[in-house]
């Protein structure tokens, strides 16, 4: 069973109840009338990345689905929350990649999804045998990439919210949904 599509989805939901508000994060997601299964974080070979619509368009209320998936949430009122995912490929699709995720308190939208997306870089480093220098933020260690011969394309999506005044539940999801 090796995926052949994959999309990335996003989503937040708020509720009176923690358990709800995961629900409502995967039905903004557009991702709750699956069963999810969560998985590890390796990008297959030759996985086509699609658009979310033309990938829902493949699957079927019930079916079990397989989902690299980040979740956070929380009920403090302002307190910042955010869930990403971070995509690294190798130039050679013949290969495979990784995916990272990444959940936190505290970060900006930013912040959260550069690290998701460093997380997926070091990763996909250490299985390339590039060098991979942890003091160096990404945009720097692309530089030694090249000099290293390697090329490799990084993406993240994230998702963000802030604790509702009211003490209700958000939660933020952010998932890469494989198609097999």
């Known amino acids: 069973m090796i995926p052949k599509y994959a999309f990335v989805t996003k989503g937040?939901?708020?509720?009176?109840?923690?358990?709800?508000?995961f629900e409502m994060s995967l039905?903004?997601?557009?991702?709750?009338e699956y069963n999810l299964v969560r998985v590890?974080?390796?990008?297959?070979?030759n996985c086509k990345i699609i658009k979310k619509g033309k990938g829902l368009?493949?699957?079927?209320?019930?079916?079990?689905?397989?989902?690299?998936?980040?979740?956070?949430?929380?009920?403090?009122?302002?307190?910042?929350?955010?869930?990403?995912?971070?995509?690294?490929l190798?130039?050679?699709?013949?290969?495979?990649?990784?995916?990272?995720?990444?959940h936190s308190f505290g970060q900006s939208k930013k912040e959260a999804g550069e690290?998701?997306?460093?997380?997926a870089a070091q990763m996909l480093a250490t299985t390339l045998g590039a060098p991979f220098d942890y003091d160096k933020n990404y945009n720097q260690?692309?530089?030694i990439w090249k000099i290293g011969g390697h090329t490799v394309?990084?993406?993240?999506?994230?998702?963000?919210?802030?604790?509702?005044?009211?003490?209700?539940?958000?939660?933020?999801?952010?998932?890469?949904?494989l198609i097999i």
């Open 12 to 21: 937040v939901g708020i509720s009176k109840e923690k358990l709800t508000s």
């Open 27 to 32: 039905r903004d997601a557009g991702i709750a």
């Open 40 to 45: 590890s974080s390796i990008m297959p070979p």
């Open 57 to 88: 368009e493949m699957l079927s209320p019930g079916q079990i689905v397989f989902v690299v998936l980040s979740e956070c949430s929380t009920n403090e009122p302002g307190r910042k929350v955010a869930s990403s995912v971070g995509l690294a």
């Open 90 to 102: 190798p130039k050679d699709r013949s290969r495979h990649g990784y995916l990272s995720e990444h």
């Open 115 to 119: 690290y998701a997306e460093d997380l």
């Open 141 to 143: 260690q692309k530089e």
């Open 153 to 177: 394309e990084t993406k993240e999506i994230t998702s963000y919210a802030e604790g509702p005044k009211n003490k209700n539940w958000v939660t933020v999801v952010t998932a890469m949904v």
